[in-house]
Protein backbone atom coordinates (compact mmCIF):
# COMPACT_ATOMS: atom_id res chain seq x y z
CA UNK A 1 0.00 0.00 0.00
CA UNK A 2 1.08 3.99 -0.21
CA UNK A 3 -0.10 6.84 0.81
CA UNK A 4 0.71 8.76 -2.08
CA UNK A 5 -1.96 11.48 -2.87
CA UNK A 6 -3.55 12.38 -5.96
CA UNK A 7 -5.79 15.39 -7.16
CA UNK A 8 -8.28 15.58 -9.90
CA UNK A 9 -4.80 18.09 -11.83
CA UNK A 10 -3.10 14.82 -11.65
CA UNK A 11 -5.02 12.51 -13.30
CA UNK A 12 -6.46 15.78 -16.05
CA UNK A 13 -2.21 15.85 -16.70
CA UNK A 14 -2.23 12.30 -17.20
CA UNK A 15 -5.00 12.54 -19.72
CA UNK A 16 -4.28 15.92 -21.00
CA UNK A 17 -0.30 14.55 -22.10
CA UNK A 18 -2.35 11.90 -24.61
CA UNK A 19 -4.81 14.30 -25.41
CA UNK A 20 -3.71 17.90 -25.26
CA UNK A 21 -6.69 20.53 -24.38
CA UNK A 22 -4.82 22.04 -27.09
CA UNK A 23 -5.73 20.30 -30.00
CA UNK A 24 -9.51 20.01 -29.31
CA UNK A 25 -12.01 21.95 -31.94
CA UNK A 26 -13.01 25.56 -31.44
CA UNK A 27 -16.83 24.66 -30.72
CA UNK A 28 -15.79 22.28 -28.22
CA UNK A 29 -15.22 21.74 -24.38
CA UNK A 30 -13.17 19.46 -23.29
CA UNK A 31 -11.34 19.34 -19.86
CA UNK A 32 -12.50 19.89 -16.56
CA UNK A 33 -16.53 20.57 -16.42
CA UNK A 34 -17.23 20.13 -12.90
CA UNK A 35 -14.90 20.17 -9.76
CA UNK A 36 -11.61 21.94 -8.55
CA UNK A 37 -8.08 20.64 -9.80
CA UNK A 38 -7.02 20.69 -6.28
CA UNK A 39 -9.53 18.10 -5.27
CA UNK A 40 -8.21 14.92 -3.82
CA UNK A 41 -8.96 11.27 -5.85
CA UNK A 42 -9.21 8.46 -4.84
CA UNK A 43 -11.46 6.38 -7.42
CA UNK A 44 -12.36 7.26 -10.70
CA UNK A 45 -15.88 5.88 -12.76
CA UNK A 46 -15.64 6.26 -16.42
CA UNK A 47 -17.76 6.10 -19.22
CA UNK A 48 -19.19 7.54 -22.69
CA UNK A 49 -21.89 10.19 -21.82
CA UNK A 50 -21.98 11.84 -17.90
CA UNK A 51 -25.51 10.73 -17.40
CA UNK A 52 -28.02 11.24 -14.28
CA UNK A 53 -27.38 7.33 -13.90
CA UNK A 54 -23.53 7.80 -14.28
CA UNK A 55 -23.62 10.16 -11.42
CA UNK A 56 -25.74 8.07 -9.16
CA UNK A 57 -22.92 5.18 -10.00
CA UNK A 58 -20.20 6.59 -9.17
CA UNK A 59 -21.73 8.09 -5.68
CA UNK A 60 -22.57 3.88 -5.15
CA UNK A 61 -19.56 2.68 -5.66
CA UNK A 62 -17.17 5.30 -4.21
CA UNK A 63 -15.70 6.99 -7.07
CA UNK A 64 -14.90 10.76 -6.20
CA UNK A 65 -14.26 11.78 -9.95
CA UNK A 66 -15.56 10.90 -13.84
CA UNK A 67 -14.27 10.76 -16.80
CA UNK A 68 -15.70 10.50 -19.75
CA UNK A 69 -15.54 11.61 -23.89
CA UNK A 70 -18.40 13.61 -24.18
CA UNK A 71 -18.43 16.85 -22.32
CA UNK A 72 -21.44 17.13 -20.08
CA UNK A 73 -21.31 20.95 -20.48
CA UNK A 74 -21.47 21.22 -24.34
CA UNK A 75 -23.48 24.58 -24.78
CA UNK A 76 -24.27 27.50 -22.83
CA UNK A 77 -26.11 26.77 -19.91
CA UNK A 78 -29.11 29.47 -18.68
CA UNK A 79 -30.66 27.47 -15.95
CA UNK A 80 -29.34 24.28 -14.07
CA UNK A 81 -32.60 22.31 -12.70
CA UNK A 82 -33.42 18.48 -12.36
CA UNK A 83 -36.08 18.73 -14.97
CA UNK A 84 -32.83 18.70 -17.20
CA UNK A 85 -30.53 15.12 -17.61
CA UNK A 86 -27.46 18.00 -18.11
CA UNK A 87 -29.01 19.63 -14.85
CA UNK A 88 -29.85 17.38 -13.17
CA UNK A 89 -26.56 15.59 -13.22
CA UNK A 90 -24.33 18.59 -12.27
CA UNK A 91 -26.78 18.84 -9.42
CA UNK A 92 -25.89 15.45 -8.68
CA UNK A 93 -22.01 15.23 -9.22
CA UNK A 94 -21.83 18.80 -7.10
CA UNK A 95 -23.77 17.71 -4.15
CA UNK A 96 -21.71 14.15 -4.16
CA UNK A 97 -18.71 16.35 -4.15
CA UNK A 98 -17.48 14.10 -7.52
CA UNK A 99 -15.35 16.11 -9.99
CA UNK A 100 -16.07 15.54 -13.97
CA UNK A 101 -13.84 15.70 -16.64
CA UNK A 102 -13.94 14.98 -20.33
CA UNK A 103 -11.81 14.50 -23.07
CA UNK A 104 -13.78 14.94 -26.49
CA UNK A 105 -12.20 16.19 -30.01
CA UNK A 106 -8.55 16.14 -27.52
CA UNK A 107 -8.91 12.51 -27.76
CA UNK A 108 -10.35 12.26 -31.34
CA UNK A 109 -7.65 13.97 -32.86
CA UNK A 110 -4.74 11.59 -31.62
CA UNK A 111 -3.97 8.26 -34.01
CA UNK A 112 -3.86 6.26 -30.85
CA UNK A 113 -7.53 7.88 -29.90
CA UNK A 114 -10.98 7.38 -31.00
CA UNK A 115 -10.30 7.19 -34.96
CA UNK A 116 -7.09 5.10 -34.46
CA UNK A 117 -9.06 2.26 -32.47
CA UNK A 118 -11.77 1.67 -35.03
CA UNK A 119 -9.23 0.91 -37.33
CA UNK A 120 -7.90 -1.85 -35.15
CA UNK A 121 -11.19 -3.05 -34.79
CA UNK A 122 -10.96 -3.27 -38.97
CA UNK A 123 -7.45 -4.62 -38.70
CA UNK A 124 -6.52 -1.70 -41.02
CA UNK A 125 -2.41 -1.66 -41.96
CA UNK A 126 -0.44 1.43 -43.07
CA UNK A 127 -2.82 3.66 -40.72
CA UNK A 128 -2.37 7.04 -40.69
CA UNK A 129 -4.23 9.96 -39.67
CA UNK A 130 -7.02 10.87 -42.64
CA UNK A 131 -7.06 14.94 -41.96
CA UNK A 132 -3.96 15.97 -40.43
CA UNK A 133 -2.98 19.10 -39.27
CA UNK A 134 0.52 21.13 -38.86
CA UNK A 135 1.73 18.76 -36.40
CA UNK A 136 0.49 15.37 -37.93
CA UNK A 137 -2.11 14.51 -35.41
CA UNK A 138 -5.59 15.59 -36.51
CA UNK A 139 -9.66 14.24 -36.95
CA UNK A 140 -10.16 10.52 -38.62
CA UNK A 141 -7.38 7.74 -40.12
CA UNK A 142 -7.07 6.00 -42.96
CA UNK A 143 -5.60 2.60 -43.64
CA UNK A 144 -5.31 -0.69 -45.57
CA UNK A 145 -7.65 -3.82 -45.43
CA UNK A 146 -5.38 -7.27 -44.80
CA UNK A 147 -7.06 -8.29 -48.41
CA UNK A 148 -9.65 -6.93 -50.61
CA UNK A 149 -13.16 -7.74 -50.06
CA UNK A 150 -16.63 -7.34 -51.91
CA UNK A 151 -19.23 -4.49 -50.81
CA UNK A 152 -21.31 -7.35 -49.50
CA UNK A 153 -17.93 -8.80 -47.34
CA UNK A 154 -17.48 -5.11 -46.14
CA UNK A 155 -20.96 -4.86 -44.91
CA UNK A 156 -20.77 -8.36 -42.79
CA UNK A 157 -16.85 -7.45 -41.72
CA UNK A 158 -18.01 -4.06 -40.07
CA UNK A 159 -21.67 -5.44 -38.66
CA UNK A 160 -19.09 -8.32 -36.92
CA UNK A 161 -16.27 -5.33 -35.86
CA UNK A 162 -18.57 -2.69 -34.28
CA UNK A 163 -20.93 -5.31 -32.91
CA UNK A 164 -24.12 -3.84 -34.91
CA UNK A 165 -27.01 -5.10 -35.91
CA UNK A 166 -27.83 -2.82 -38.80
CA UNK A 167 -25.34 -0.73 -41.31
CA UNK A 168 -26.82 2.14 -43.51
CA UNK A 169 -25.07 2.12 -46.34
CA UNK A 170 -25.07 4.32 -49.55
CA UNK A 171 -25.27 2.00 -52.96
CA UNK A 172 -22.82 -0.84 -52.84
CA UNK A 173 -19.92 -0.41 -55.24
CA UNK A 174 -19.33 -3.29 -57.88
CA UNK A 175 -15.46 -2.96 -57.13
CA UNK A 176 -13.36 -4.39 -54.63
CA UNK A 177 -12.31 -2.20 -51.37
CA UNK A 178 -9.29 -1.79 -50.33
CA UNK A 179 -8.53 1.05 -48.55
CA UNK A 180 -11.09 2.32 -45.82
CA UNK A 181 -11.14 5.33 -44.33
CA UNK A 182 -12.76 5.95 -41.17
CA UNK A 183 -13.63 9.10 -38.09
CA UNK A 184 -15.78 8.42 -34.81
CA UNK A 185 -18.97 10.18 -34.60
CA UNK A 186 -20.26 12.81 -36.41
CA UNK A 187 -17.85 12.54 -39.35
CA UNK A 188 -19.54 13.67 -42.54
CA UNK A 189 -17.58 16.45 -42.75
CA UNK A 190 -14.14 14.11 -43.51
CA UNK A 191 -16.30 12.60 -46.58
CA UNK A 192 -14.31 14.93 -49.51
CA UNK A 193 -10.80 13.77 -47.37
CA UNK A 194 -12.00 10.12 -47.45
CA UNK A 195 -12.48 10.00 -51.24
CA UNK A 196 -9.21 12.28 -51.37
CA UNK A 197 -7.67 9.70 -49.56
CA UNK A 198 -8.07 7.23 -52.00
CA UNK A 199 -10.11 5.14 -50.03
CA UNK A 200 -13.43 2.75 -51.60
CA UNK A 201 -15.52 3.09 -47.86
CA UNK A 202 -15.52 5.34 -45.29
CA UNK A 203 -17.02 4.60 -41.88
CA UNK A 204 -18.38 7.40 -39.29
CA UNK A 205 -21.60 8.27 -37.90
CA UNK A 206 -24.26 10.44 -38.02
CA UNK A 207 -24.48 10.53 -42.20
CA UNK A 208 -27.54 12.61 -43.48
CA UNK A 209 -29.42 11.82 -46.40
CA UNK A 210 -28.11 13.57 -49.16
CA UNK A 211 -24.57 12.26 -48.09
CA UNK A 212 -25.44 8.92 -49.28
CA UNK A 213 -25.43 9.82 -52.46
CA UNK A 214 -21.83 9.21 -53.95
CA UNK A 215 -21.98 7.57 -56.87
CA UNK A 216 -18.41 5.72 -58.66
CA UNK A 217 -16.46 3.58 -56.32
CA UNK A 218 -16.93 5.19 -53.27
CA UNK A 219 -19.01 4.02 -50.12
CA UNK A 220 -20.30 5.24 -47.40
CA UNK A 221 -21.05 3.33 -43.88
CA UNK A 222 -22.74 5.20 -40.95
CA UNK A 223 -21.72 2.82 -37.62
CA UNK A 224 -23.38 4.51 -35.46
CA UNK A 225 -21.72 7.80 -33.14
CA UNK A 226 -21.74 5.51 -29.64
CA UNK A 227 -20.72 2.54 -31.84
CA UNK A 228 -17.84 4.36 -33.32
CA UNK A 229 -16.56 6.09 -30.17
CA UNK A 230 -17.32 3.58 -27.24
CA UNK A 231 -13.62 2.19 -27.21
CA UNK A 232 -12.18 5.81 -25.97
CA UNK A 233 -13.28 4.27 -22.69
CA UNK A 234 -11.52 1.12 -22.38
CA UNK A 235 -8.42 3.63 -24.27
CA UNK A 236 -8.36 6.18 -20.97
CA UNK A 237 -9.51 3.11 -18.60
CA UNK A 238 -5.63 2.14 -19.32
CA UNK A 239 -4.24 5.05 -19.31
CA UNK A 240 -5.65 6.23 -16.22
CA UNK A 241 -4.95 2.88 -14.12
CA UNK A 242 -1.34 2.77 -15.92
CA UNK A 243 -0.65 6.27 -14.21
CA UNK A 244 -2.24 5.81 -11.32
CA UNK A 245 -2.07 1.74 -10.19
CA UNK A 246 -2.94 2.77 -6.49
CA UNK A 247 -6.44 3.78 -6.84
CA UNK A 248 -9.59 2.31 -7.99
CA UNK A 249 -10.31 2.89 -11.84
CA UNK A 250 -13.47 1.42 -13.07
CA UNK A 251 -15.77 1.25 -16.38
CA UNK A 252 -19.28 1.69 -15.81
CA UNK A 253 -20.61 -1.58 -16.14
CA UNK A 254 -24.55 -0.83 -15.96
CA UNK A 255 -24.98 2.13 -18.10
CA UNK A 256 -25.51 2.22 -21.86
CA UNK A 257 -25.92 6.00 -22.25
CA UNK A 258 -26.16 5.28 -26.18
CA UNK A 259 -29.85 7.67 -27.08
CA UNK A 260 -30.30 5.36 -30.20
CA UNK A 261 -32.52 2.38 -29.96
CA UNK A 262 -33.02 -0.17 -32.52
CA UNK A 263 -35.73 -2.94 -32.81
Same mark, same amino acid.
Given at each position: ???????????????????P????E?? +??CG??????????H? #????? +? =???E???E???VG? @??I??H???? %?????????????????I????????I???????D????? #??????V?????????L???? +??Q????????????????????????????????S??? @?G??????VCGG?G &? &?????A???G????? =?????? /? /? %??????F?L??V? /??? &??? +?? #??I?F????????T %?????????Y???? %???
Amino acid at each position: MTDEKYTVFDVASAIEAFAPLSRQEKW +DNCGLQVGSPSAPVHS #VLLGL +D =CTPELVDEAVSVGA @DMIVTHHPLI %FGGLKKVTPEDSVGLALIKAVKAGISIYSAHTSADKVLAG #VSGAMAVRLSLRNVQVLDPEQ +DGQGLGAVGDLPFPVTAAEAVEMVRKAFNLKVVRTSRPI @DGMISRVAVCGGSG &S &SLIPKAIASGAQLYL =CGDISY /H /H %FFTGGDFMLMDVG /HYE &SEI +DI #VNILFSLIKKNFPT %FAVRITENIYSNPI %FYF
